[in-house]
């Protein structure tokens, strides 16, 4: 009987704690304030300690996200793309945020070490997060390019494409 319930209370963890948001472009609001860790275990407020004029964040919801943030890093070193960019792991739920050492230890075990201050964890506000971009076909990226006002100045969650690149680099140029 315990194991039982040990079970149900396990799947409410898993399942009962992550809400769907519809997604939303969000061009032109200004990014929520929230707090992270990157991997090299620095707190980190977004926005507010992003002082450079531009900042990109690449923000996945699930694992499968690395897969679409991997193709835009790509992408963005093939293009020479000129930005300071954040990978932003977003996970909401209570059970999450519970194992975040495992899961943070997971990750550093497939970045190399010199990438992980470019890698900003965020468990606490992770539903604040989804809730603001939505989460609809989670494994996408969230591409997001804030000012240092933390205005968003880009948006895309479309999985990667050529044209979303094409119009990220043409938004970075008019903003320089």
């Known amino acids: 009987m315990r194991f039982k319930i040990s079970i149900l209370v396990l799947l409410f963890l898993l399942t ?9 472009d969000i061009t032109g609001q200004t990014f929520p304030a929230v707090v992270g860790t990157t991997l090299a275990q620095k ?6 300690d992003f002082n450079d004029e531009l900042t990109l964040l690449l923000i996945g919801y699930v694992q499968n ?3 679409d943030i991997d193709r835009w890093l790509i992408a963005l070193d093939v293009t020479n793309t000129k930005v300071k ?5 977003t996970i909401q739920g209570l059970f999450p945020e519970m194992f975040s050492t ?20 965020i468990y606490e506000d992770g539903e604040k997060i989804q809730a603001f971009t ?6 996408n990226t969230r591409v997001v390019l804030l000012n240092n006002k933390g205005e968003i100045l880009y948006f ?5 494409a050529v044209d979303a690149l094409n119009e990220l680099r043409l938004a970075l140029v008019t903003q320089q």
Do not use: H
Not at 105 to 119: E, T
């Open 85 to 89: 960019v954040y990978e932003v792991p």
């Open 43 to 48: 707190p980190v407020s977004i926005p507010g």
């Open 102 to 121: 495992v899961i943070d230890n997971g990750m550093r075990a497939g970045i190399p070490k010199p990438l992980w201050q470019g890698v900003v964890t």
């Open 134 to 139: 939505g989460n609809e076909n989670a494994a």
């Open 156 to 160: 895309y969650d479309q999985g990667f």
């Open 16 to 24: 009962g704690c992550t809400t769907q948001y519809a997604n939303k």
């Open 65 to 67: 996200s690395q897969f």
